[in-house]
């Protein structure tokens, strides 16, 4: 380690005011407390500090992603060479071919968002924040693997810059940046990242296998015809519930799989990074909203058979869990109280599933349903403050004449 | 009696507490005294260089409130009456002699005490600057005696790391610390509260049997023993309530006063630290403005080493050429802690301590004692995760919000969620445990002398 920390004091003075190379301080700041920890020491009260700093906390949330990232890899190829009938694919190609068709948006996304991130670092002249390493994996994996790359580095740059530089940077942005940036890119270019031929790599749908349509287990359940039993009607279109909970099926690259979600939600929660009450919420705002869906009057569930699927169904379909437990657990732009958690989380789950029954423009309802919940997040934060002051105030009262 | 569980905080596994010996300290040849450490009171000298003092002559008094005079805590001569910018005295440095010479005060009988007026009793605190003991809430300001507390509370424990504890300090002076409650009494039309730390059998009968104040335990890891944590379970603040608190050593010195009829020569400080060499981690008798470099001689473990007076979570730091002040009852060492290690944002984290559990320590090495550095371990940055801090913070206050309308001034907001009942200490252990590594204690205490600037 001396070797190293004396490699980078030797190139230290090269980024110093006024020196050739002070113009990329913010990538030297940035590579050297990635390398070594900060020499700092404490300024005033407390003087110790605890271990855990953002550097680590995003890092968390990166690492509890990795399941999920590398099930999409994996699912991206094994979607391509089963669609495709390549002969003698296995487990090997299905990654490879993933890794070809995944890993160019992923570092595309991190190039392009990354760019953004040192530039106004060093306009602005603070450190490069870690909160894009998150962004920069979130967004591909809410993408489908069919996406152009262009649109990976434009979707990236509106987030990264609208959804967040524009605001101060991370820790002052409203919404999520991530899913702004594949809301920008759901509205400017919808052809590419809605439909049923987006979801799976397929080089000619002249070829594909009999039967296969390319359409998410969601499209499916919400094109089922009145008086279909819909359960069954999944089933034969090839979505059982084993199978959606595993994920080997079309989709966004990370949404599909439910195992590698709950994975990274173990991650999140063992690890404290991520909010519990958010994600309990989001599952309970999901669960009570179908369930209530299913004791609609019947000739109402027979015109709409989507209303009739048990909620357990609605949670592994779409990308609402992968939201759940990854977008909507954002700290900055989730609900900060407790109790508001509570009610944020219910509300993305309550929300998305209006969404996805009633809306039929809107095939999945969990990003909108999310970005609608960061904008009313504040506000739910605003009354729980309220109660809470006039609780104090009770309290107050309550002890000076008890 | 009545026990309160405290169920948020933390106890942070540190190495360095002081074991429960009473040494003394060395004496020294020269005292130096800060009038300068109490905010607000401006300062004026009463005696200048070369004037012969004896313990408990006159040094110096407040020009804000003139009744309060500070006396000298050692018989000798004024070596210097030191001024500082503005002319704002800064340090008075006496040279000790050997005859220690009293200036002789009132003097009551222990019995005679609790039958004392509140003029009497605030006329003495005045005359010997031992109201500067007391801290008047909120703001944490030297009390001001016109002023009519609803309620005194006397905190005989602190769960802050490396803190003298109540029993320790009240070893030898059981009858001082009672005579102190008792003239507390006469102080405040309300209770006098004594706050002792709950499931410890061995407290001295002085302090689980004391008289004349009404007996709280707390039970539960730091800050159970903050007073801004004991007010708010018995007694808490609404504006323009005016409480005023004391540390049980220094009721100790009030009642020394009192029963002598002398300032008291002496007081106890614990000495603790991981930079504290084994074995000298101890409690020390020793005279107010004594030298630290003579206090910590031989003491000190090899390396940079940082002083802090006070605890480490929010105590203040100090130069080893510094003496102690008038407010300190302990005194922390830590190293100094510049190393680097390699990419520490990953590393599992089996020699770290944190309270999180993204650390392999937190999960497998729970009984582990740990000795930290002042490493900051990472850089600021803003306020990301929410939530964290209410964990610390064993009153109804949303912390994040606090911050929040302190950060934008907004006064109204802040008194609302709680300010006034806070004090700059209550949010040091949130500050540790900030992964964005804010300075929550600079921003409460600024929010603070905000308000104390604007009125409520």
Known sequence: MKFLEQMIEKMRPLFAPGRPLHLFHAVFEATDSFLLTPPDVTDGPPHVRDALDIKRTMTFVVIALIPCTLFGIFNAGYMHNTVNQVPGAGFLQHLLQGLRLVLPIILVSYAAGGFWEVLFATIRKHEINEGFLVTGLLFPLILPPTIPLWQVAVGISFGTVIGKEIFGGTGFNVLNPALTARAFLYFAYPAQISGDRVWASVTDWAGVADGFTGATSLAVAKAAPAGANIVEFLRQSGFSLKSMVMGLEPGSIGETSAIAVTLGLLILVLTGIGSWRIIAGGVLGTAMSVTLLNVLPEPLRLAKPILQLPFYYDLVMGGIFFGIVFMATDPVSAAATPAGKWIYGFSIGALTIVIRTFNPAYPAGNMLAILFCNVMAPLVDHMVVQVHIRHRARYLARMNHG | ?456
């Open chain 2, 1 to 456: 009696m009545k026990i309160h569980r405290i169920k948020k905080g933390l106890d942070i596994p540190l190495v360095g507490a002081p074991e429960p010996i009473v040494a003394d300290g060395p004496l020294a040849e020269c005292i130096t005294l800060y009038p300068n450490e109490f905010e607000g009171l401006k300062p004026r000298p009463l005696v200048k260089p070369g004037d012969t003092v004896r313990r408990g002559s006159i040094l110096f008094y407040s020009k804000k409130l003139e009744a309060l005079k500070f006396r000298s805590p050692a018989a000798g001569t004024v070596k210097e009456v030191v001024f500082g910018h503005r002319r704002a005295l800064e340090k008075i440095v006496i040279r000790v002699s050997g005859a220690d010479e009293v200036e002789p005060l009132p003097r009551f009988a222990a019995g005679q005490i609790a039958g004392l007026s509140r003029e009497a009793v605030l006329a003495l605190l005045l005359d010997t600057g031992y109201l500067a003991h007391l801290k008047q809430r909120p703001f944490s300001r030297v009390p001001d005696p016109k002023a009519r507390p609803k309620s005194i509370f006397v905190n005989a424990m602190n769960t802050a790391p490396f803190q003298p504890e109540a029993g320790v300090v009240v070893r030898g002076h059981e009858a001082a610390f009672q005579a102190g409650l008792d003239a507390l009494t006469a102080l405040t039309s309300g209770r006098v509260y004594l706050c002792l730390p709950g499931g410890r059998p061995d407290l001295p009968p002085a302090l689980a049997g004391a008289k004349n104040a009404e007996i709280h335990f707390f039970e539960g890891p730091h800050p159970a023993g903050n007073s801004s944590v004991h007010l708010h379970h018995i007694d808490p603040i609404r504006p323009n309530d005016v409480v005023w608190t004391v540390k049980a050593v220094d009721l100790v010195q009030i009642g020394r006063l009192l029963l002598d009829g002398a300032m008291p020569p002496d007081r106890v400080i614990a000495l603790g630290g991981p930079g504290v060499l084994d074995g000298e981690r101890r409690y020390c008798r020793t005279r107010l403005g004594s030298p630290l470099e003579g206090l910590l001689k031989d003491k000190l473990a090899a390396g940079e080493q940082r002083i802090v007076a006070g605890d480490i979570l929010a105590g203040v730091q100090v130069g080893v050429d510094s003496s102690l002040r008038f407010q300190d009852s302990a005194l922390c060492v830590l190293p100094e802690g510049r190393e680097r290690h390699f990419m520490g944002w990953i590393v599992p984290g089996w020699s770290t301590f944190s309270q999180s559990r993204s650390f392999l320590s937190t999960w497998l090495r729970r009984r582990a004692t740990w000795a930290l550095d002042t490493n900051r371990h990472g850089s600021p940055r803003a306020m990301v995760l929410t939530g964290l801090y209410d964990r610390f913070v064993p009153m109804r206050i949303m912390t994040d919000y606090l911050v929040r309308a302190v950060l934008a001034h907004d006064i109204d907001e802040a008194v609302k969620l709680g300010l006034l009942e806070t004090d700059p200490e209550d949010f040091a252990l949130c500050a540790f445990a900030c992964p964005s590594k804010m300075d929550l204690v600079g921003i409460i205490r600024r929010g603070l002398a905000e308000v104390e600037r604007e009125g409520i």
